[in-house]
């Protein structure tokens, strides 16, 4: 961790928050907002960094989900077709982004993303 990194709360997070925020992050990669959703129910009450950082993953998960079926409805008309990998590679590379200043302490707030769960 970085010096002076604090969360949201701003209480510097332990090593071991910021290690399920990190996993919060990664997991959406894999498992869509299937991931963000299991480690935050699983943690949300006890660590008030993965609290913040869980529900900052789902709910980009979840736009990335909502991204997903606009670009496989609008493939027909090809759009889709360039949409899909736009929104792949911004998931991949935002998650990534997010798992590293997690990993550090610091809550990230992805800059494309719809606030579903607050």
Known sequence: ???GSVGASGVAPSKEECTWALVCHLSG???G???PLIFWLIQKEKMPFVDDQGKEALNFQL???I???ISAATACIVIGFILMPVVIIG???FSIIAAVAANKGEAYRYPVTIRFIK
């Open 33 to 35: 907002f299937l991931g």
């Open 1 to 3: 961790m970085s010096e």
């Open 29 to 31: 990669i894999v498992l």
């Open 67 to 69: 991204a997903s079926i």
């Open 63 to 65: 736009a990335v989900l």
């Open 91 to 93: 998931n991949i590379v």
